[in-house]
């Protein structure tokens, strides 16, 4: 399969004059598949006006949760290469220390009845609750907000759009570091980083859950780590970028194009 994807990747860049990419990660993965094209990083980027303020007490009153209990949050798929079975073997450490600790898993995917039965083997039933999808918006907003932190582990990742929405609703992320989320969590003031295995990313979650004083500190800077990735500035990139492919006689159309978007 993996040699397939290189030759299907190789194949698909003839004829192409630019590639845009969202992150350092993913350009040198095409460049090791082989690819000599021209390629340009510019990330996906948000729209930070849509963010209002999440309520998390709104949230947890909707499904019957305590918000007083230290509480976790994963945002995305509920798939396999999400690596939420680590974060369930974190979860085991903390509740160590943390008994009444809490993971909100909202998303659907094919991993969730997998996912079900580790929470039982693990003994994690009171603390582990699967909200299935949450539509885009406010209710999504307040599942943000009822968490203490957002944590996230996947190894797949292109960019790693959650972690933005997280950081722009002021919630501080635990994350390790891999592929496309390095460029997103590189100097992020929001963000603790923790190291891929479950004994170093349990200490840094208590720490984060332990101490009141740091996550007024990470909430604090996170809007301001999401601000450096709003749509505005990876518009004008893009635009930039299609004009200097297409010559400069397309720059004046498409600054036209820009500004009625």
């Known amino acids: 399969m993996r040699l397939a994807a290189r ?16 992150s350092r990660a993913i350009e040198q993965a095409l460049r090791r598949y082989g690819l000599r ?45 999400k ?3 680590f974060l369930l073997d974190v979860l085991e450490q903390v509740r160590r220390t943390v008994p009444k600790v809490l993971l909100i898993i909202a998303g659907e995917g094919p991993a969730r009845e997998a996912l079900q039965r580790r929470v039982d083997q693990l003994g994690l039933r009171a603390n582990v609750v699967f909200i299935g999808y949450l539509q885009r918006g406010q209710p999504l907003w307040d599942c943000y907000a009822a968490g203490d932190a ?3 582990a996947s190894k797949t990742e292109t960019q790693g759009l959650v972690l933005l929405e997280a950081l722009a609703l002021g919630v501080p992320v635990i994350s390790t570091a891999e592929l496309g989320t390095c460029d997103v969590l590189k100097d992020c003031g929001g ?22 004083e740091l996550r007024l500190t990470l909430c604090a800077r996170a809007r301001a780590d999401a601000a450096r990735w709003s749509i505005e500035p990876t518009t004008r990139a ?24």
């Open 83 to 85: 690596n939420i079975g």
């Open 7 to 22: 030759a299907v990747s190789r194949r698909l860049e003839r004829g192409l004059n630019g590639l845009i990419v969202p």
């Open 150 to 152: 957002f944590v996230f």
């Open 37 to 81: 094209v021209p390629i340009r990083i510019i990330p996906t980027g948000l729209d930070l006006t849509e963010f209002s303020a999440g309520d998390g007490q709104r949230f947890c009153r909707s499904y019957g949760l305590d918000p007083d209990r230290p509480t976790l949050v994963y945002v995305g798929r509920v798939a396999h290469e």
């Open 238 to 261: 893009l635009v930039d970028y299609y004009a200097t492919l297409l010559g400069d006689r397309s720059r004046a159309s498409l600054a036209v194009a820009e500004t009625r978007t």
């Open 191 to 212: 963000a603790v980083l923790a190291g891929d295995n479950v004994a170093d990313f349990a200490a840094k979650t208590l720490s984060v859950l332990g101490d009141h």
